[in-house]
């Protein structure tokens, strides 16, 4: 019967935008970086390459994390 009781305090009952929330940013910003990068935006050559290419695998591990940090502390249901 605890089980359930803890269940119930754990639904959302609220509701946001999804602007509002951290994971729906967490994944725009790593669909974004993969897609300008999938067009070669924000490919340089030379020593630029390996500079580049640490900016958007942090870019890319910092919006992932968000991503998750925002689903877990989430107490609202995104709404349309």
């Known amino acids: ?5 803890q269940r119930k305090e754990n639904q959302m ?3 946001k935008k999804p602007w509002e929330s951290k994971t729906v940013w967490g994944g725009f ?3 974004v970086v993969i897609f ?3 067009l070669g935006v924000i490919d340089l050559s030379g020593e630029e390459d390996t500079i580049t290419d640490l900016i958007v695998q942090l870019v890319l591990l910092a919006s992932g ?4 940090i925002g689903r877990v502390k989430a107490k609202k249901e995104i709404k349309l």
Not at 1 to 5: D, K, V
């Open 29 to 31: 910003v790593t669909i």
């Open 36 to 38: 300008l990068a999938w």
């Open 65 to 68: 994390v968000l991503a998750l």
């Open 1 to 5: 019967m605890r089980h359930c009781a």
């Open 13 to 15: 009952d609220e509701t």
